[in-house]
């Protein structure tokens, strides 16, 4: 079995992440291509500091990304943490900040770039990320949106480690994440998880760590690769 990034395939020998074997149409009740730009907040019992909301990136179509960044702030978003690594690839990660900026000037923008290759997050990704984002995790009022491409891997990965941040405990994070948000893989998990608890894979807490993540993932499948493909689907309808 393999497990599929949004930009590659990770061995699932290695994640123990592996794919169902039938595709279904819809998941949580809706289609792929109707998770994808859905704001999807994680809901806690008993959140401390700021909302944690997942979903995909902003339309090409400005008409279209207005109306959908519209309907970020009438949902009270205070700040949007891109995480798309191949929008600077392509030497357009200011498109969006400027967007935002023009019509949004009350949100704060913070680009995080990152691949989805399937290889591991580097650390210091994270370490920005928590410096970043620190004075927003502990405010209440705040409502912080982390969106990749399809809102599957790299998003709800950071919403994760921010959820940790602010004292959810990991699997219990985990399964807020998958409630909130059926189409997350979120591939990076274990990722996260070591950063939080300040190992690396190569120990063996870091491994640990590892079985344990693959384990939830093994008892939580997703077709991420069909849920991939159905958005790509739709992104050539746009």
């Known amino acids: 079995f393999f497990f599929q990034a949004e930009d590659g395939i990770r061995d699932s020998s290695v994640t123990g992440v592996q794919t169902c074997a039938l595709p279904i149409s819809l998941i949580g009740g809706r289609r792929p291509r109707e998770w994808w730009r859905s704001l999807c907040e994680v809901v806690l019992p008993d959140r401390r500091g700021a909302r944690i909301v997942l979903s995909g990136d902003l339309p090409h179509d400005r008409q279209r990304a207005a109306e959908q960044l519209l309907e970020w702030q009438r949902f009270g978003v205070t700040h949007i943490v891109d995480v798309r ?3 600077a690839e ?4 200011c498109a969006d900040r400027r967007f935002v900026a023009e019509h949004a000037p009350e949100i704060t923008y913070v680009f995080l770039g990152t691949h989805d290759n399937g290889s591991p997050q580097d650390p210091r990704w994270f370490d920005t990320a928590i410096e970043a984002l620190t004075p927003a995790l502990d405010d209440p009022e705040a409502v912080i949106l982390v969106h990749c491409h399809m809102g599957v891997n790299r ?3 950071l919403g994760l480690r921010l959820l940790l941040e602010q004292g959810v405990k ?3 994070a985990l399964e807020a994440i998958r409630e909130a948000r059926p189409i997350a893989a979120v591939l990076y998990a274990d990722d996260a998880i070591r950063h939080w608890f300040g190992v690396t894979s190569r120990t063996e807490a870091g491994r640990s760590i590892g079985r344990m993540v693959a384990g939830w993932h093994r008892d939580n499948p997703v077709d991420t690769g069909w849920i991939i493909s159905r958005i790509r689907l739709a992104e050539r309808d746009e």
């Open 85 to 87: 690594g191949e929008v």
């Open 90 to 93: 392509r030497n357009d990660d």
């Open 170 to 172: 990991p699997f219990e």
């Open 155 to 157: 998003g709800p990965s």
